[in-house]
Nanobody, 125 residues
Framework: VQLQASGGGLVQPGGSLRLSCAASGFALNRPAIGWFRQAPGKGREAVSCLSTWNDITYYPDSMKGRFTISRDEAKNTVYLEMNNLIPEDTAVYYC???????????????????WGQGTQVTVSS
């Protein structure tokens, strides 16, 4: 069971990025999967989570409006579309899942059991 995140980089304020998370060893048609981030000197926070069996998404209030989570079942990949990025979005972004959890809300508020390696997003002019 593995998650491989990619797509990070350096982007100017106001720009966009799309992160990808390729899953292997399990299918993205039942468990919950999500994106989390950790900025330097700060704790980890949930960005968005997705219930892959019914495509119900969850966004914490602070993340609503600029982030969109989606999946491609054929590619077994989850995406995070990030728009209108601001310097405060600078962080390492991780995808994570819990094969025993199917609720997007519960995953975002819980402790995922499977983590990808993280991808750096830097928003700077």
């Amino acid at each position: 069971v593995q998650l491989q995140a990619s797509g990070g980089g350096l982007v100017q304020p106001g720009g966009s990025l799309r992160l990808s998370c390729a899953a292997s060893g399990f299918a993205l048609n039942r468990p919950a999967i999500g994106w989390f981030r950790q900025a330097p000197g700060k704790g980890r926070e949930a960005v968005s989570c997705l219930s892959t069996w019914n495509d119900i998404t969850y966004y914490p209030d602070s993340m609503k409006g600029r982030f969109t989570i989606s999946r491609d079942e054929a590619k077994n990949t989850v995406y995070l579309e990030m728009n209108n990025l601001i310097p405060e979005d600078t962080a390492v972004y991780y995808c994570a899942a819990d094969l025993a959890q199917s609720s997007s809300y519960a995953l975002c508020h819980g402790r995922p059991t499977t983590w990808g390696q993280g991808t750096q997003v830097t928003v700077s002019s």
